[in-house]
């Protein structure tokens, strides 16, 4: 397929949901309405660790409305959430682990009559002692409060003798690094409605990233087959991992509402308690250890990485994984050794957020190989170039690098544009002005820790009009998976962009098809679409051929058109024909990702079936007498394969930027004691319109053989690097090598001063 | 595939949805509640037929909660209703031309309100003349209403020449019948609910039988794409071929509603309207003739017979088609001259009912038969067992009979079963007492006429957790559809029964598979359940033997468990197992069924893809001195190919017996002057529970070759010749030959004095 020769791929059309969402006619989940809708509230654990001795509703009774009390006895089904290791109960019967975990649910007949009753539902309690810190969870004499070690998860990478190696390197170097939490700051918070139906199936609306995890949650909290309960996706304004697993713990307790009091149950969260409870960046601390001999050839790397995993599992396991896999950088490097862990402590549990467990071990080895420059006397990226993966070398999991790999041209090409060889340090008044660089490798999907769940189905329907419905399990939660999508299907059955429907997810329409996470939407949700287009397309294809009195390989066909010499047929005329002759126009697409492997005892294998690449370089100014930095400008490339939508790439780099810089400068989550304390968009500080930098974005596109139209995924990649970035940038205007993020200016200043 | 060996198809088992129908659970359309919902009222034309030449609300305006009125200037689309011809309006402009027909609607906020508007609207109006009896709008002389001859539809079937062949026999009878109306007295009326979307979509819930002849009527008068209209059947009440097209103009009013309003509207019909103005079983006349040597075997037919059609086409022509094909009897018969016409008169527009064109002239056909053999002195059944069609020969339309033929074994087994041979009038003060006999071949499916749509689609997921989701786009209305299609997906994937959900239709879950009339769901919709359920079954099996380290023949599977040796798994492990393979579990499904045809010049072809058949014996009794009859017991037997459901085929012949019955003697629809004059269940008799009479119920069962599991199909053939059987019975009893149903107490009473 030649790009020239695409209709609807590879060009920058407007989204699909622009007007419908500019217009405000979207219906958000806290916008549907039900008749005889209740509104339930959470009951939420007030210290970090308690014993429930009773719960005691006997003065919400009073409350006008109030419809009643949902706790641990109204689990129908079992009392685990079902996320990877289910440890975490839909409501707790003994013991609460942190502050703000939901202990039970009260429903009333309006928002405000819920919350009330809420605050008046008693918890009779004992406190228990608790844990806050990650690395003192992992000390021998901690408290326990997961397994016997606080231990969540745990992976090693060994590849080579990295001990042995460092002994023969010139130069090593060896830092700690931490991290801070990152809130998702998703414009809607968490939202759902059960609606109970009559013959005892549950439908749930949901604004989530993942709707069969939703299923599988209301399903086994209900205790319900899962062909009785529906998920329908309601629009979704947010997600970047914070609508991935908790979506379903809101739907079951909406559920399990629903189920006890037979009304429908809309539970939405204030933004409060959606800071509280619901999942955040994995706080870390990490020890990077590079050597390398004085060419700077690197011949070791050694990392262990912490990831403060809260109180339950949810996906740190996964999130770990991720981490561990990517620890070492996008380098080729013979002798690696990793060791991470995902520590229980008593605070809100972490989980998913773009980039999931990458960005925090990328800042702190890009910020090392920045340092390790520095001691070897060389130039950053001529370092980094010396080491970085290119076709055929293999990663830190022994996996060989696919033909796919364009990660050296996105490096000249940001070197290029923001003129890194001419650069110095620009100084104005107390304002030290640097570029500094990063770049990413970035494993596509879920990869092999989430091989079983790596397919998607897609159901194309064509009706005898030529419209085109397609349903996919993936979801649109503001990235533009419809309009992406929505090309894909046109491109491949020709059929006109506005024939083309796509809506939000009903799992009642498609398998389960995996979540919408790890940038897996374009390639997996795509590839099933053109699974499903296929057969159709051949069916078109074939009668329009036909019509025009033409073979089926003398035609063309484009924008909608079928085209033999002077003669052409519409894509609808052909559709209208298929029917006349009751060909079959309506397929389930399934798509299942190429095989990828993870041995657990070494870490080595095929961790995901391909990469994408950033190469970011920052430009930041730093006034040394207050420590605050404005980020000029951000350059970056990407190779992320095919752009099927080009404005909606550079859509994607713009929010995954920002979102970088923010939590590399500015978001600073803090839990004293156990207790969040700046839950709010006041105290919790997020980049503003005037605080976004100037954006320089360039692509390379290196196509992936099995991806839709040879696109592979953009959807996490350009955050990842920033922070990274960003902090090599300060180190090289101001000479601090800063090793904590967010890096705030106070931190800054001192670490100025300490260094005058 | 041996009947023996199956698990779940060929057994009795209970409806899937008694359960919830009889605890009251079901929702049917008017149960359903939407946030903000309207009312719609119609405004119909007070006489038959009028010029409009104003429409006016000004009273209406003044009633509390008055939304607004909708009139053809609100049609967004196209104002023709897409039915065969599509000549019906869904709003007339200028001329209204049936007393009760819809001449605009209004909406208020209750029920009530609406009624009230309704009322208070004033259609400003010139009155015009108009035409009551089908025979009278076929003279060259009548006011033409329709067309330039009055006739919407007109076919012929001439095979070799039966005006010769007369000439040559020894017999020759010819006489004139006439039926009367049939109202489908469904338990709910027609409803139908539109809710608009917020994206500009229409989602219609609708009581029907055929969900996308909705569609296709909303998308028309909405002006919108079909895959912006979302029909979802609504629980239905009953059907019987008066929710096939109907339900399309009451949801098309109420979508029209809710785009002018934009808010959900709800339009349900009182009983009175709906008999105004919904379709009914076609009054009739005709002409038949035969002609038969000496011996009895039958040379010649010749027929002519004319539906009342009412003021608009509607499904007349298509009715008419399959009354045209089975005029001549299920015998074979080498002249045959049939000429049919559909006649417009300003009333009410009939369509489909149960039987479908084919009662009307069965009643008289079959009825000259027993008295062709009274004037040559034969047995009736004797006569017919020597003109009956079997294997090999041709119908009328020269189709070859295929091997799936047992009229004569159910002929025989009536036969015996009544004691007929030994049978005779039994005489008890006033009162006589007889059999009467009757057989009927009935084409299964749309036939040649409708063969384009003759085609249907299912979708079938398989959850994890191995329940099974199955769709398709044939209603459920009371007949059992769900159950016998979940009994044909059960045991297509060795599933547990109580692990496959199969729902009411949705139109966006499975594509266009026609209407649910003519015997065709089982067929239509349980081979497009096969063909979705076989590939999955592969892998489901393939798993399963690999589980049971067998190949994959050498396993059993049995009851929702696979079996090799002394190891078993269920089929939840197998599905578990193929989920873990990443294996396809969703597929939709596509039947076409086999090719028919009809040549419009002879009305030769193969009309019909299979034949199912039945014989009738009606034990009646009469009260010479009354009239009044009582149908003692139906002797019924039946070859439907393979039964899906013991217990359900026998509630269809139950359900059929009856309907036919009072069809037959009891049902008696008055329209004098264009108006109708019993609208009600207490004017319009019905038959209740004392009158239902003993059955006595016998099934030969043809396999059918391209049927599911061999079924071919069942719902109609029940009711077509319980009316002969009784006139025959009565004829036998009291030796009158009527020629006229209804056979009402007071005409048989007159016939009966005549007599004497």
């Known amino acids: 397929m030649n790009k020239e020769n695409f209709s609807f791929v590879g060009k920058s059309l407007d989204r699909v949901d622009a007007e419908i969402k500019a217009e405000g006619r979207a219906l958000y989940g806290d916008d549907l309405d039900f008749p005889g809708m209740l509104y ?18 006997s003065a919400a009774r009073k409350v006008e409305g109030y419809a009643g009390l949902v706790s641990y006895k109204d689990v129908r089904g079992i009392n ?35 919350k009330k009753a809420a605050s008046l539902v008693k918890i009779n309690f004992e406190e228990l002692p ?73 439908t749930v609306y949901s604004s ?31 997600g970047f991992g914070g609508k991935e697993d ?20 809309r539970l939405a969260y204030d933004r409060k308690e959606d800071f509280m409870s619901m999942s955040k960046r994995h706080p870390s601390w990490s020890r990077v250890k590079y ?5 700077g050839r690197i011949k070791a790397c050694k990392v262990k990485y912490v990831l403060d995993a809260g109180a339950y599992s949810t996906l740190s396991p996964i999130v770990l994984w991720r981490g561990t896999v990517h620890a070492a950088g996008p380098y080729n490097i013979e002798n690696i050794e990793i060791e991470t862990y995902a520590a229980a402590t008593n605070k809100v549990p972490c989980g998913a957020y773009r980039g999931f467990g990458q960005p925090q071990i990328c800042f702190a080895q890009e910020s090392l190989i920045d340092d390790l420059a520095e001691k070897l006397a060389m130039d950053p990226i001529d370092l980094r170039m010396k080491n970085m ?42 304002k030290r002005r640097a570029l500094g660089f990063s770049c990413v490798y970035y494993g596509v999907g879920l990869g092999a820790k989430g091989r079983y769940l790596d397919r998607a189905g897609a159901f194309v329907n064509i009706y005898r009009d030529g419209s085109v419905q397609v349903n996919v399990g993936n979801t649109e939660m503001g990235q533009g998976a419809l309009t992406v999508l929505s090309q894909i299907a046109a491109e491949t059955l020709n059929a006109p962009m506005k024939n083309i429907k796509l809506s939000e997810v009903d799992t009642s329409k498609v398998p389960d098809s995996g979540p919408t996470v790890a940038s897996r939407t374009t390639l997996m949700s795509g590839n099933a679409i053109i699974e499903a287009c296929l057969p159709l397309r051949e069916n078109i294809f074939s009668c329009a051929a036909s019509m025009l009195k033409a073979g089926k390989n003398q035609i063309k066909a484009f924008g909608g058109f079928f085209y033999f010499g002077k003669r052409k047929v519409s894509f609808e005329e052909a559709v209208k024909e298929c029917w006349a002759q009751r060909l079959k126009m309506s397929e389930q697409g399934w798509y299942v990702a190429p095989k990828t492997t993870f041995d657990i005892k070494d870490g080595q294998g095929d961790a995901y079936v391909i990469y994408s690449y950033s190469a970011d370089i920052a430009d930041v100014e730093v006034d040394i007498k207050t420590g ?129």
Chains 1, 2 share one sequence.
């Open 40 to 57: 339930a509230a959470a009951v939420r654990s007030p210290r970090p660790r308690i014993r429930i001795k009773s719960i005691d509703d």
């Open 208 to 238: 989530t990233q993942c709707p069969f995890y939703v299923l599988d949650a209301v399903a086994a909290a209900c205790g319900l087959p899962n062909n009785k309960v529906k998920i329908i996706q309601s629009v979704t304004g947010g």
């Open 130 to 202: 608790f844990i806050e810190d990650p690395l003192k969870a992992l000390e021998k004499d901690s408290v326990k409060i997961y397994g016997k070690d606080n231990v969540i998860s745990s992976f090693i990478i060994k590849k080579g003798d990295a001990e042995k190696a460092f002994k023969d390197c010139d130069i090593v170097i060896e830092k700690e690094f931490r991290t801070n939490y990152q809130v998702h700051a998703y414009l809607e918070t968490q939202t759902a409605t059960a609606v109970p139906e009559s013959g005892g199936e549950m």
């Open 628 to 756: 605050e930095k404005t980020v000029h400008k951000i350059y970056a490339a990407y190779d992320v394969g095919r752009l099927i939508n080009p404005k909606l790439a550079y859509a994607q780099a713009h929010g995954g930027i920002l979102q970088g810089m923010g939590w590399a400068i500015m978001e600073n989550l803090v839990i004293k004691d156990g207790i969040m304390r700046n839950p709010n968009f006041t105290d919790y500080v997020l980049p503003i319109s005037t605080d976004v930098p100037e954006y320089d974005i360039s692509f390379v596109e290196k196509l992936y053989k099995h991806g839709p139209y040879k696109a592979k995924g953009m959807g996490e990649v350009p955050l990842i690097g920033v922070a990274a970035a960003i902090r090599n940038a300060v180190k090289k205007a101001c000479g601090v090598s800063l090793t904590e993020a967010p890096m705030l200016a106070e931190k800054t200043l001192k670490a100025v001063k300490e260094k005058k």
């Open 246 to 265: 908790v979506p379903a713990l809101v739907a079951a307790h909406a559920a399990l509402c629903a189920l006890k009091f037979k009304r429908p149950v």
């Open 80 to 114: 685990k959430w079902p996320v990877v290791l289910n440890d975490y109960p839909f409501l707790p019967q003994d013991e609460a682990r942190f502050h703000g975990e939901t202990v039970a649910l009260v429903a009333a007949s309006s928002r405000r009559a819920a």
């Open 291 to 295: 050597g390398a001999d004085k060419n």
């Open 389 to 430: 993966l290119k076709t055929g070398d293999r990663t830190a999991t022994g996996q060989k690098i696919d033909d796919s790999c364009g990660l050296k041209e996105l490096a000249e090409i940001v070197r290029k544009k923001s003129g890194w060889d001419k650069s110095k340090v620009q100084t104005n008044g107390d």
